[in-house]
């Protein structure tokens, strides 16, 4: 006679006809079976993991930096950190103060009082090292109206862009007598961005968090069972939180992060606990297990699935390791703590959660909260349906996916213009101010370091190039030279690049082009270098992941070019939206005529290790069923009616979440929530519970053809239970 837990400290016996004897399983069920028997220290653990890691999450925001978009060992790095050492730190993060008044001149007392409190107030902040006062010629408008007053970097470019949002307030405060103050730069600019971002990012989680659990209550019909997902992500991600600000302390990792961390976080805990709780009612409910019995299974069925799907994930992210960039490497290490931990729940906490609560999982049910539990009758007669008629529903979804991702071939990308930042912020109105008194390239001046002895060569050289505007006076000190040049465009136009270009090309060896438009462009040419790179080595492991838990070479190839298919309508969509500027009144942005460049390569990681979820939930049930009928049409019928449900649910879920990401907050942020939003709408409705059926289908028991040589070399891999 088995016991069944009702509880804490609830137990009822139930006949032994529905319990049966314990059935045998592979080290992943019988990990289930252990949380399931050990629910106390697995509790005790997680408990202790998570205070500990969680008393320093309430940290992360604050420790968390805000630069680091640069090419590490750069040409413009270089230059960077020669102007600190020998100018006076008077390099890209340096701060700028734009004066500026419409009715008085530098001339005016009023005026010149605000000048000098705004000198006062940079000199006693210690992360500044100089102070530069205005000067007529060089930071002094024509018209006198509008005036700059420059602060030596006395810390990194992290630690100019915490000073600027320290000083920002300050310096806005002695704004008077119709004088305004506003602190531009890059440093204001990241600043402002971050702060425009980190409030976008709060609104949005607000929102999200009622919205998902709406949609679980709706899919799982039961408040317990929908509240499990969430009880996953929080653990998640307040572990994943304080390990981010403990990782601050040893290098210094991007707020953005912390902002992907929350989002994978949310996205994969939903995604995983969905799968393993569904299987897990349908194990305890329609096949009468008991609950450490029902549990096992589960993780020997559901819970492979999540650990390939998890290690797929991580992969996909370690591959953006490859750019050189501090900020997109800590913002995929971020994401990959959340993923870890969240795995990690699911593999462990969950199930010993699952196995306590029993059948009371489906406590506070609604009225269909006990259907489709084991095998969905309406995704099964919709898996019936594509059978029967696959060539036709195919042509639909390819035609739609090759439609929607033809427009990549016209996409264009660069790093992001003063567009992403709101336009009652302190930067964008400064960086305005400084365009219209000394011309668009004022806003983006190269900074040329030289040794001294070719100065005179250098400024002949800039001063001829068609590309700029004018030089400002030579600076010399310890052997170097600065020759600081004004390009004649905008930051953000294409032909301030091919300036760059040519000034590299054609001055004396040793010379060094910098600032910040320079970085912005050093970093746009590594991750057009590494793009390639990144996309084959995703693609590469993603097929040989497939490949050991399918053990079926031509599935697999099918479930990695089907995600390639998914993100290319995706970046389709993307290039209507943002670089045509297509729904711009409605979602509230500004095209800047191109997508940020760090898109591409950080969106496909992203997207394809969400797509790999998918495929592999519905790829690992049509395995299961292969392996228990070797029958192509329960494989292809048996998957949808088991994982269509599944997917559906947490494709809603993240679709919801996504957008609304995108609803709110500066044009980046929107970018990302279109972007994935798009792609896992598509994935999931035309291809997990479309497209890929119909292949199945049309493969026939090709689909799972394996070589024998292959059996000797893969491992043995099943998704199924004795």
Same mark, same amino acid.
């Given at each position: 006679?088995?016991?069944?837990?009702?509880?804490?400290?609830?137990?009822?016996?139930?006949?032994?006809?529905?319990?049966?004897?314990?059935?045998?399983?592979?080290?992943?069920?019988?990990?289930?079976?252990?949380?399931?028997?050990?629910?106390?220290?697995?509790?005790?653990?997680?408990?202790?993991?998570?205070?500990?890691?969680?008393?320093?999450?309430?940290?992360?925001?604050?420790? +968390?930096?805000?630069?680091?978009?640069?090419?590490?060992?750069?040409?413009?790095?270089?230059?960077?950190?020669?102007?600190?050492?020998?100018?006076?730190?008077?390099?890209?993060?340096?701060?700028?103060?734009?004066?500026?008044?419409?009715?008085?001149?530098?001339?005016?007392?009023?005026?010149?009082?605000?000048?000098?409190?705004?000198?006062?107030?940079?000199?006693?902040?210690?992360?500044?090292?100089?102070?530069?006062?205005?000067?007529?010629?060089?930071?002094?408008?024509?018209?006198?109206?509008?005036?700059?007053?420059?602060?030596?970097?006395?810390?990194?470019?992290?630690?100019?862009?915490?000073?600027?949002?320290?000083?920002?307030?300050?310096?806005?405060?002695?704004?008077?007598?119709?004088?305004?103050?506003?602190?531009?730069?890059?440093?204001?600019?990241?600043?402002?961005?971050?702060?425009?971002?980190?409030?976008?990012? *709060?609104?949005?989680?607000?929102?999200?968090?009622?919205?998902?659990?709406?949609?679980?209550?709706?899919?799982?019909?039961?408040?317990?069972?929908?509240?499990?997902?969430?009880?996953?992500?929080?653990?998640?991600?307040?572990?994943?939180?304080?390990?981010?600000?403990?990782?601050?302390?040893?290098?210094?990792?991007?707020?953005?992060?912390?902002?992907?961390?929350?989002?994978?976080?949310?996205?994969?805990?939903?995604?995983?606990?969905?799968?393993?709780?569904?299987?897990?009612?349908?194990?305890?409910?329609?096949?009468?297990?008991?609950? @450490?019995?029902?549990?096992?299974?589960?993780?020997?069925?559901?819970?492979?699935?999540?650990?390939?799907?998890?290690?797929?994930?991580?992969?996909?992210?370690?591959?953006?390791?490859?750019?050189?960039?501090?900020?997109?490497?800590?913002?995929?290490?971020?994401?990959?703590?959340?993923?870890?931990?969240?795995?990690?729940?699911?593999?462990?906490?969950?199930?010993?959660?699952?196995?306590?609560?029993?059948?009371?999982?489906?406590?506070?049910?609604?009225?269909?909260?006990?259907?489709?539990?084991?095998?969905?009758?309406?995704?099964?007669?919709?898996?019936?349906?594509?059978?029967?008629?696959?060539?036709?529903?195919?042509?639909?979804?390819?035609?739609?996916?090759?439609?929607?991702?033809?427009?990549?071939?016209?996409?264009?990308?660069?790093?992001?213009?003063?567009?992403?930042?709101?336009?009652?912020?302190?930067?964008?109105?400064?960086?305005?101010?400084?365009?219209?008194?000394?011309?668009?390239?004022?806003?983006?001046?190269?900074?040329?370091?030289?040794?001294?002895?070719?100065?005179?060569?250098?400024?002949?050289?800039?001063?001829?190039?068609?590309?700029?505007?004018?030089?400002?006076?030579?600076?010399?000190?310890?052997?170097?030279?600065?020759?600081?040049?004004?390009?004649?465009?905008?930051?953000?136009?294409?032909?301030?690049?091919?300036?760059?270009?040519?000034?590299?090309?054609? +001055?004396?060896?040793?010379?060094?082009?910098?600032?910040?438009?320079?970085?912005?462009?050093?970093?746009?040419?590594?991750?057009?270098?590494?793009?390639?790179?990144?996309?084959?080595?995703?693609?590469?492991?993603?097929?040989?992941?497939?490949?050991?838990?399918?053990?079926?070479?031509?599935?697999?190839?099918?479930?990695?070019?089907?995600?390639?298919?998914?993100?290319?309508?995706?970046?389709?969509?993307?290039? %209507?939206?943002?670089?045509?500027?297509?729904?711009?009144?409605?979602?509230?942005?500004?095209?800047?005529?191109?997508?940020?460049?760090?898109?591409?390569?950080?969106?496909?990681?992203?997207?394809?290790?969400?797509?790999?979820?998918?495929?592999?939930?519905?790829?690992?049930?049509?395995?299961?069923? %292969?392996?228990?009928?070797?029958?192509?049409?329960?494989?292809?019928?048996?998957?949808?009616?088991?994982?269509?449900?599944?997917?559906?649910?947490?494709?809603?879920?993240?679709?919801?979440?996504?957008?609304?990401? @995108?609803?709110?907050?500066?044009?980046?942020?929107?970018?990302?929530?279109?972007?994935?939003?798009?792609?896992?709408?598509?994935?999931?409705?035309?291809?997990?519970?479309?497209?890929?059926?119909?292949?199945?289908?049309? *493969?026939?028991?090709?689909?799972?053809?394996?070589?024998? %040589?292959?059996?000797?070399?893969?491992?043995?891999?099943?998704?199924?239970?004795?």
């Amino acid at each position: 006679m088995a016991v069944a837990e009702r509880g804490p400290g609830l137990t009822t016996q139930a006949p032994a006809e529905e319990y049966p004897h314990a059935v045998n399983v592979g080290p992943i069920g019988r990990l289930g079976r252990f949380t399931a028997t050990h629910f106390r220290a697995v509790l005790v653990g997680w408990v202790v993991l998570a205070l500990a890691l969680g008393f320093f999450a309430p940290r992360v925001e604050t420790a +968390l930096s805000g630069a680091g978009w640069e090419t590490t060992g750069s040409q413009s790095v270089q230059a960077r950190q020669l102007i600190n050492q020998n100018f006076h730190g008077l390099s890209s993060y340096a701060l700028m103060t734009v004066i500026y008044s419409p009715s008085r001149t530098v001339e005016d007392p009023a005026f010149r009082s605000v000048v000098a409190n705004v000198e006062r107030t940079l000199r006693a902040d210690p992360a500044v090292k100089s102070v530069v006062a205005p000067s007529p010629g060089a930071s002094i408008s024509r018209d006198g109206h509008t005036a700059i007053v420059q602060a030596g970097a006395a810390r990194s470019s992290n630690g100019m862009v915490k000073a600027a949002e320290n000083l920002k307030g300050k310096l806005a405060a002695l704004s008077a007598s119709g004088v305004q103050v506003h602190l531009t730069g890059a440093s204001g600019m990241w600043s402002d961005f971050n702060t425009a971002n980190r409030n976008a990012m *709060m609104k949005s989680e607000v929102i999200s968090w009622p919205v998902t659990l709406g949609i679980l209550l709706l899919a799982f019909g039961s408040l317990v069972a929908a509240g499990l997902p969430l009880m996953l992500t929080m653990v998640g991600l307040a572990s994943a939180a304080g390990l981010l600000y403990l990782g601050t302390l040893v290098m210094p990792i991007s707020i953005w992060a912390m902002n992907f961390a929350l989002m994978f976080a949310l996205a994969l805990g939903i995604d995983y606990a969905l799968f393993v709780v569904h299987r897990f009612r349908g194990a305890l409910f329609g096949h009468h297990l008991s609950p @450490a019995d029902a549990t096992a299974v589960t993780m020997d069925t559901a819970g492979k699935a999540v650990l390939f799907s998890g290690i797929t994930v991580l992969i996909s992210l370690s591959a953006v390791m490859l750019v050189p960039s501090p900020a997109f490497r800590s913002m995929s290490l971020g994401i990959m703590f959340a993923v870890v931990f969240v795995l990690a729940a699911t593999l462990t906490l969950l199930p010993a959660v699952l196995a306590r609560i029993g059948p009371k999982v489906d406590k506070l049910a609604l009225p269909w909260a006990h259907s489709g539990e084991h095998r969905s009758a309406r995704f099964a007669a919709w898996g019936e349906r594509l059978w029967r008629q696959p060539v036709r529903w195919g042509i639909v979804a390819a035609a739609v996916l090759i439609g929607l991702a033809l427009p990549v071939t016209q996409l264009k990308t660069a790093m992001p213009s003063i567009k992403v930042v709101p336009t009652a912020d302190a930067s964008y109105i400064g960086y305005q101010q400084v365009q219209r008194a000394f011309g668009p390239g004022a806003t983006g001046p190269l900074q040329i370091v030289t040794p001294a002895a070719t100065a005179a060569t250098v400024a002949r050289t800039a001063q001829a190039d068609r590309g700029i505007a004018a030089l400002m006076p030579t600076q010399t000190a310890n052997g170097y030279a600065l020759i600081t040049a004004i390009p004649k465009q905008d930051p953000s136009n294409p032909a301030v690049g091919q300036t760059i270009d040519r000034l590299r090309s054609e +001055l004396p060896k040793g010379a060094l082009v910098g600032g910040a438009v320079v970085e912005n462009h050093d970093l746009q040419a590594a991750l057009s270098a590494k793009t390639p790179l990144v996309i084959g080595v995703v693609l590469a492991l993603g097929f040989i992941l497939l490949l050991i838990a399918l053990q079926a070479p031509l599935l697999a190839a099918v479930g990695v070019l089907t995600n390639l298919l998914a993100t290319g309508a995706a970046f389709g969509v993307a290039k %209507w939206i943002f670089q045509d500027g297509a729904l711009h009144s409605l979602l509230g942005f500004q095209s800047q005529g191109f997508l940020d460049a760090w898109g591409p390569v950080f969106f496909f990681a992203m997207i394809f290790a969400i797509s790999m979820d998918y495929t592999v939930f519905l790829l690992s049930a049509a395995k299961e069923h %292969w392996d228990h009928t070797h029958n192509p049409r329960e494989a292809m019928v048996g998957a949808v009616a088991h994982s269509g449900r599944v997917i559906f649910a947490a494709g809603a879920v993240m679709v919801a979440v996504f957008f609304t990401f @995108a609803l709110s907050g500066p044009l980046p942020p929107k970018e990302m929530g279109i972007i994935l939003g798009v792609a896992v709408l598509l994935d999931a409705a035309l291809i997990r519970l479309l497209l890929l059926p119909v292949l199945l289908r049309l *493969m026939g028991k090709w689909a799972w053809y394996l070589p024998r %040589w292959a059996h000797r070399v893969l491992p043995d891999v099943t998704f199924g239970h004795a």
